[in-house]
């Protein structure tokens, strides 16, 4: 065969290989595997010689040779090894999940010594094991914060890595260690947040300590200690640094300038933030006639009188910079002014106005424009010499002293200034007016103004509702200025954004029950063809409103009580809830009917209904058909506004107790019998009365004196008095019985 290999150029080249392919007899079919494809898993810190799986091929019919396994390719490492003999694949070294999650083999079979193969692929899948911990990806970190930031400022982003996969990467973040309770942390996203002001604290700086967690099973932990990240927040700020001058204490002006003509552009810097850090110029000295003026704000000094070198030819002004903290600090520097000579006759600009532009962003040195100037005078007053008057874009351009060609100095920013209008001059000599104008380029992306916004609605706000207007600003102008929004992960379908305006709305109802948080992304992006970007996590906490009516656990409740218990004896406790939270979920519990004479009280918080008074189940029972009982009507009510309530009944039983003796009908029962009433005879019965109920109310009755030569017999269930023996009035004319109820 000839083989060509040609590559994709706009020139192709080409080259050319032969093969030749012998083909060999062979004198037998090979062992055939039983499956062209195996399957087998491992986990990653399987000990050296673990057993992965076995293959089997089985050799032809009739064959007398023996079968022999090798690996022939897919292990350049050499991390498994093959029983020749078996066919059983065994690890051979450490293996590694991060590294290969997945080895391919190809295993060959021989008969015997005999030039007859076969083969099969091997697919082994490396089990990841947790046997990485996450890792910081730096050790220590510095946020500047204002002390008058609230609550739910995002003010730093913990990150770290886990190179393990599923839950063994997944991260928890959590903070080990810190000096204050003012921070906490989102343990999905890392994002440490402020809980409360720090404006009362005298502390300048805080130093936190985070930790990663995996979701692995056994954990993962790695631990920040003073050695790996601490996060050092710093408080802003106090005035401790003085302004100090930039610019140079020399500076020269023509005496034929006009009246509000730049002299010099004063700059003191200060390294200190917001209002300590702002600066403003004073004029101390050496300007007793006024012959100047000075910009407080700019630093800009122009002249406020014309000047006149042979008058006089220096001036040395004693200017102050004072910042704006409290107290203030200050600098003083002498500037020299010198008032240059002017020749009679002037040069001439050949143009009084130059108008040019020149793209942003290109290497210093790009050309901007030529000026050209003539002088009538002759000799050394008609040689000219150009330079760059001070003031806006002193600095930014160069020109050419002898030739006029005007050049950058640094890479302009349109975003930054957008027109200079420069001032140049052949040495002394007039002016002419240069207005250079800087074209865009698409150099800035779409900020927002916070990288998150944490913000708190109802859930009853009605659907359609704008919740948060966004604002990112580009510095660009044109299409690379235009910002669109969008949103991205999943909010559920309950919240969209305006492409244009930026306004969050909600487009389903809310429920706190179903949902009470959600956080997703907003995307700023220009339009322009490079479409840059930036994000900003929104996290909407939804506000409870009590729109859930507490529910008991059961609608109907009985109980039982023994009569006789003091006040305030437990009798049963009644549970309510509501899907509400705080007010709108606490119960307060109340007996709304059923309760005469005040018998009950419940417990308001607890539900814990009890004794009020001691309960007399007879008296209850001699004003009802049944047994005593008692049935209250129960109100469960939230403290939400307006308060939402249910109702319940409780079925109280007044259980008797043996607190009543028998009562006869009578103290006493005369009867008169005569004598000859024959034996057996009823006589009369006793009855008696219990006001108790139950067993508690029946009664026995027994003799218990007056009957000992046995004349009588008493029924001891129903009080019947019987004749037992025969009377005989001359032996006995009065019997006196006592009789016992029990």
């Known amino acids: 065969l000839t083989v ?69 390719s897919g292990d350049p490492h050499e991390r498994f090894s093959i029983d020749p003999r078996f066919g059983i694949i065994c690890t051979k070294k450490k293996l590694d999940h991060e590294t290969q999650s997945v080895v391919v083999l190809t295993i060959q079979s021989q008969l015997g010594n005999l030039p007859v193969y076969s083969s099969t692929q091997v697919n082994i899948s490396v089990i990841d094991v947790n046997d990485n911990p996450p890792m910081f990806l730096t050790k220590s970190d510095k946020v500047i914060i204002s002390h008058t930031q609230p609550p739910g400022t995002a003010v730093y982003i913990a990150h770290a890595e886990d190179k393990d996969s599923g839950l063994n ?55 920040l200690m003073l050695d790996s990240l601490a996060v050092k927040i710093v408080i802003l700020d106090i005035n401790d640094n003085s302004p100090s001058f930039m610019s140079l204490p020399l500076s020269y002006v023509m005496e034929d300038v006009e009246v ?3 002299v010099h552009n004063i700059i003191a810097k200060d390294p200190d933030e917001g209002r300590n850090g702002q600066v403003t110029y004073h004029i101390l000295s050496g300007n007793e006639n006024k012959v100047f003026v000075l910009d407080k704000i700019t630093g800009l ?48 600009f050949l143009k009084q106005l130059y108008e040019t532009a020149v793209p942003e962003n290109r290497d210093p040195g790009e050309f901007v424009v030529k000026v050209e100037a003539v002088d009538k005078d002759a000799g050394l007053n008609s040689l000219l010499q150009y330079e760059i008057l001070p003031g806006a874009g002193f600095g930014k351009f160069r020109i050419n002293s002898s030739s006029g060609e005007l050049v950058t100095a640094v890479s302009l920013d349109r975003e930054t200034q957008e027109v200079f209008s420069i001032k140049g001059n052949p040495s002394r000599s007039s002016t002419a007016q240069l207005y250079l104008t800087v074209l865009d380029e698409n150099d800035h992306n779409p900020l927002f103004a916070k990288t998150q916004y944490q913000i708190s609605v109802r859930e009853d706000l009605e659907e359609g509702s704008t919740i948060l207007d966004l604002l990112a600003s580009d510095e660009d102008e044109g299409l690379n200025g235009e910002v669109t929004y969008s949103l991205i992960d999943d909010t559920f379908g309950v919240f969209a954004i305006d492409t244009v305006t930026g306004s969050i709305l909600t487009t389903k109802a809310l429920d706190r029950e179903t949902k009470y948080q959600y956080t997703f ?47 305030q004896t437990d009798i049963i406790q009644v549970f309510a809830t509501d899907l509400d939270s705080g007010l709108n979920g606490e119960m307060e519990y109340s007996i709304l009917s059923g309760n005469e004479n005040a018998a009950f009280l419940i417990d308001s918080a607890r539900g814990i209904i009890a004794t009020n008074t001691v309960l007399d189940h007879e008296n209850a029972s001699s004003h009802r058909e049944m047994a005593a009982s008692h049935s209250l009507v129960l109100l469960a009510s ?10 319940a009944t409780v079925l109280i039983t007044v259980l008797d107790v043996n607190d009543n003796p028998p009562v006869f009908s009578s103290s006493e029962y005369h009867v008169h019998i005569k004598e000859s009433v024959p034996v057996g005879s009823h006589v009369t019965e006793v009855t008696a009365s219990d006001c108790d109920a139950g067993t508690n109310a029946e009664i026995t009755y027994a003799i218990i004196s007056g009957n000992d030569r046995g004349h009588f017999r008493l029924d001891g269930k129903t009080g019947a008095v019987d004749l037992m023996k025969a009377l005989d009035y001359e032996d006995t004319i009065t019997f006196t019985l006592v009789i016992q109820a029990t």
Request: hydrophobic share 35%; proline share 7%; with cysteine.
């Open 521 to 567: 992304r907003a995307v700023a992006s220009d339009c322009s063809t490079h479409l840059p970007r930036s994000t900003t996590v929104m996290t909407v906490l939804i506000q409870d409103v009590n729109d859930n009516v507490p529910k008991f656990e059961q609608s109907h409740y009985k109980a039982s009580v023994w009569e006789g218990q003091s006040p």
């Open 169 to 223: 990467g997944a991260i928890k973040y959590s903070i080990a260690s810190m000096q204050s309770n003012a921070f906490s942390i989102d343990p999905s996203l890392g994002v440490v947040n402020l809980t409360r002001t720090v404006f009362a604290d005298k502390q300048q700086e805080y130093t936190l300590h985070t930790a990663a967690e995996d979701c692995g099973n056994p954990p993962l932990t790695s631990v």
């Open 4 to 72: 060509s290999a040609r590559d994709g150029g706009g020139l192709p080249s080409a080259t050319n290989a032969a093969i030749t392919v012998n083909i060999l007899q062979t004198a037998s079919a090979p062992a055939i595997f039983e499956r062209s494809r195996y399957v087998f898993s491992v986990p990653e810190d399987a000990p050296e010689d673990s057993p992965v799986g076995t293959v089997k091929a089985r050799e032809p019919p009739n064959s007398l040779e023996v079968v022999s396994y090798r690996i022939s």
């Open 301 to 348: 000094l122009t002249t406020a009188q014309l000047l006149d070198r042979e008058t006089q030819g220096r001036y040395s002004l004693t200017v102050m910079a004072l910042d704006d903290g409290s107290p203030a600090l200050s600098a003083t520097q002498v500037l020299t002014i010198l008032v240059l000579d002017v020749n009679d006759e002037t040069p001439i």
């Open 260 to 262: 509000g003509f730049l």
């Open 638 to 647: 939230n403290r939400g506004t307006p308060s939402l309530n249910s109702t």
